[in-house]
């Protein structure tokens, strides 16, 4: 199909939205989207697609159909509250190939909210950066394929076939928010998730295991904490250095494309509490752990080693083998993929970027997982592509508004590409 | 002077008491006195005070006479409401030695309620015991003090000089409701405080350091934390592993009394918490710890240790070397003591406790702390002796009432050999 619209048109009507655009992502972070408070953040959306000439609706999560689908990550809170917001750009024509954009709109806590410059919560401006938690991982991505639509609307153009917007929730703990959409929305023959992967696009991704450790102690008074205590403060250090030791055997000879790094798989303890007095022996702690996985390995086997392991720990200590720590999942248990490199929508995707910034994106993979697992594992090609964001789940988060604007003007550029568009 | 009434005519009227006693034991325990709930168990020992004929009085906290004091610990939480509850027993004569019975009311949390066989604060007795959180540590002592007054009182004799009764707060964490009582409360010739050391009268005791450290780390995402980030949750390893060493360096050759204990200092994580996000590089992570020290040791040279150890931790590292750990003191910071065994009080309670029980009472040493040490410090020879509790800051917990029952006799028996009675 011919282009009906040129680049450089696609650009002069996305630097027309930029100020649409930064007043979208300063409201999206300045709702503190947290795990269970996604709903300011998807009312900003749903303002959004209204915003685009769309009409926003809901996709509420189905506890029940999520549990039923092997791909789903297990989960201890309600969700029934919650929903994704999505919009469709139906076909204005024919011939064209059908697009998912999809984005989430949930964010990991501060980290350290005393440490940020700004609160985390309170977009701030400064030259070319938009500072708050959420800025880059991904609301910036969220605000880029929206206004890649509107730009193109303000051309008075439609796809040939339909693109399909979606704001989810829970992609930073389940990824049961983009499954809801696999299951009851849209199918597609691609997915691009605008993931803060700029100047690159992302093929594959690692699994990711989320588990919980829970630890008993003997507890008793301090004093003679060495005659009759155990120490679950004690025994989570001696757990978390057996799981290093799992840790370093994964990271022995990583097979392709992860050979690319030096430590593909991180082990990441994330929170811990335990004891509840100071001048008494710790009876309980809880630790809370990330650990990867190779595209192919299967969640089911590292949970096998991840309990091997916190045994073998325990073993070493005789209360503990008595009281053996329980291994609980809640959050991620998924796998990763990887895609081959002539997968169209990746090669597509490329071609675009490298037209429309003159320089090519390379194929790459990400020692994270994202929500794209769920739209490959249900056979929708889905890569990551987004703008460029710093300190992600670190202290003053920010992404670059530049950033942000080429990511539009790409994946403008790529709807005529990939959907093909009509005047 | 020559005995009033018998040893045997107050085991009955101890008897009689009985009774009422396990009924001021069950609604103590009861009332579950953490810290900053201290009230409703003030409330029960008002009316207890009452029960002896006595009139109950306050003794606030006054936070600035408190802090004003060099035996004082720090504290960061307001006392502003938080009382003692004293009654005197006035002299009803003269020529004898006045005597403070001491216990306090707070208790330490359950450190697992899960675990308990019954809920922490639902007093049960099963066969010769009493279950409850603080049933032993110390409730039961309370109620022993009140029982030997009111069993004397039930003879209709008076002591020779005053008894003081004082319900403290805050003996867990700082000793600052005893320091209050020491401050504007009555002088005496002796105090006991009637803790669960059964069987024996205490003589000495550590000093005790409470100390928080709060570690930084460098959060990111933790699918790039060996690459981005470092961990504060592993760093509180670190820097327990050192503060381990130095623990080992202080057992070594213990000096008198505490070369009877095999390990007489003991360390202990007792509370620990980082981290905000299971898949985030934790930015933060508190421990608060509890370390003994011999009596004759400062308080402030244990802290330079201390520091030190925590300071050698964080040179291993380059991160923590550039954002140290902060180690802050809140709760004890207190000396310990060792009474000369030729101590009156100690040798006459020892003698009663022998002609009572029939078997003698050792003068021993604890690895523990007690609110004894403000009363030695200004000059108030103070010793502890109480009933038979287990489990004392474990799960569990429960005093032996045929103990409690015994403690009374002793004390009351001890009042009439220590401030003389008259009828």
Same mark, same amino acid.
């Given at each position: 199909?011919?282009?009906v619209?040129?680049?450089?048109?696609?650009? #002069?009507?996305?630097?027309a939205?930029?100020? *649409? &655009?930064?007043?979208?992502?300063?409201?999206?972070?300045a709702?503190?989207?947290?795990?269970?408070?996604?709903?300011?953040?998807? %009312?900003?959306m749903?303002?959004?697609?209204?915003?685009?000439?769309l009409?926003?609706?809901?996709?509420?999560?189905?506890?029940? =159909?999520i %549990?039923?689908d092997?791909?789903?990550?297990?989960?201890? *809170?309600?969700?029934?509250?919650?929903?994704n917001?999505? /919009?469709?750009?139906a076909?204005?024509?024919?011939?064209g190939?059908?697009?998912?954009?999809?984005?989430?709109?949930d964010? $990991?806590?501060p980290?350290?909210e005393?440490?940020?410059?700004d609160p985390?919560?309170?977009?701030?401006?400064?030259g070319?950066?938009l500072?708050?938690?959420?800025?880059g991982?991904m609301?910036?991505?969220?605000?880029? &394929?929206?206004?890649?639509?509107?730009?193109?609307?303000?051309?008075?153009?439609?796809?040939?076939?339909?693109?399909?917007?979606?704001s989810?929730?829970?992609?930073e703990?389940?990824g049961?928010?983009?499954?809801?959409?696999?299951?009851?929305?849209?199918?597609?023959?691609?997915? $691009?998730?605008?993931?803060?992967?700029?100047?690159?696009?992302?093929?594959a991704?690692?699994?990711?295991?989320?588990?919980?450790?829970?630890?008993?102690?003997?507890?008793?008074?301090?004093a003679r904490?060495s005659?009759?205590?155990?120490?679950a403060?004690?025994?989570?250090?001696?757990?978390t250095a057996?799981l290093?030791?799992?840790?370093?055997?994964?990271?022995?000879?990583p097979?392709?494309?992860?050979?690319?790094?030096?430590?593909?798989?991180?082990?990441?303890?994330?929170?811990?509490?335990?004891?509840?007095?100071?001048?008494t022996?710790? /009876?309980?702690?809880?630790?809370?752990?990330?650990?990867?996985?190779?595209?192919?390995?299967?969640?089911?086997?590292?949970? %096998?080693r991840v309990e091997?392991?916190?045994?073998?720990?325990?073993?070493?200590?005789?209360?503990?083998?008595?009281?053996p720590?329980?291994?609980?999942?809640?959050?991620?248990?998924?796998?990763?993929?990887?895609l081959?490199?002539?997968?169209p929508?990746?090669? #597509?995707?490329?071609g675009?970027?490298?037209?429309?910034?003159?320089?090519?994106?390379p194929?790459?993979?990400?020692?994270?997982?994202?929500?794209? %697992?769920?739209?490959v594992?249900?056979g929708?090609? =889905?890569?990551?592509?987004?703008?460029h964001?710093?300190?992600?789940?670190?202290?003053?988060?920010?992404?670059?508004?530049?950033?942000l604007?080429?990511?539009?003007?790409?994946?403008?550029?790529?709807?005529?590409d990939?959907?093909?568009?009509?005047?």
């Amino acid at each position: 199909m011919d282009p009906v619209i040129t680049d450089a048109q696609i650009g #002069a009507a996305v630097a027309a939205e930029a100020e *649409w &655009m930064e007043d979208v992502l300063v409201r999206l972070v300045a709702a503190p989207t947290v795990l269970g408070q996604e709903e300011p953040g998807q %009312r900003v959306m749903e303002q959004a697609f209204r915003d685009l000439g769309l009409a926003p609706y809901d996709l509420r999560l189905d506890a029940e =159909a999520i %549990r039923a689908d092997p791909g789903s990550s297990p989960f201890s *809170w309600d969700v029934s509250a919650k929903r994704n917001v999505l /919009a469709d750009w139906a076909a204005g024509g024919s011939g064209g190939r059908s697009l998912i954009l999809n984005g989430h709109v949930d964010v $990991v806590p501060p980290a350290a909210e005393a440490l940020w410059t700004d609160p985390p919560f309170s977009p701030v401006r400064r030259g070319d950066w938009l500072y708050g938690r959420g800025a880059g991982d991904m609301k910036a991505g969220l605000v880029a &394929m929206c206004g890649a639509v509107r730009a193109l609307r303000r051309l008075d153009v439609a796809p040939r076939a339909p693109v399909w917007l979606q704001s989810v929730v829970e992609e930073e703990c389940t990824g049961n928010g983009a499954l809801q959409c696999v299951l009851s929305g849209p199918r597609a023959d691609a997915c $691009v998730i605008t993931e803060p992967h700029p100047d690159h696009i992302t093929v594959a991704q690692v699994g990711v295991l989320w588990f919980h450790v829970d630890l008993r102690g003997a507890p008793a008074h301090a004093a003679r904490a060495s005659a009759l205590g155990v120490n679950a403060i004690d025994a989570a250090s001696s757990v978390t250095a057996a799981l290093r030791g799992l840790e370093a055997e994964l990271n022995v000879d990583p097979p392709p494309p992860y050979d690319a790094f030096e430590h593909p798989i991180n082990l990441n303890p994330g929170r811990i509490t335990g004891g509840d007095w100071t001048s008494t022996v710790a /009876a309980e702690c809880t630790v809370s752990y990330r650990l990867a996985m190779y595209p192919g390995d299967d969640p089911a086997a590292l949970q %096998r080693r991840v309990e091997a392991a916190v045994a073998e720990a325990a073993a070493a200590d005789p209360f503990l083998s008595e009281n053996p720590p329980v291994v609980r999942y809640d959050g991620f248990t998924c796998e990763g993929f990887s895609l081959q490199h002539t997968e169209p929508v990746a090669v #597509a995707l490329g071609g675009t970027y490298e037209r429309v910034v003159g320089t090519p994106a390379p194929l790459l993979a990400t020692t994270a997982t994202t929500d794209a %697992r769920h739209f490959v594992r249900s056979g929708i090609p =889905a890569v990551c592509f987004g703008p460029h964001g710093e300190n992600i789940h670190g202290i003053d988060e920010r992404v670059s508004l530049p950033s942000l604007t080429q990511t539009t003007h790409v994946l403008a550029a790529f709807i005529q590409d990939w959907c093909g568009l009509t005047a």
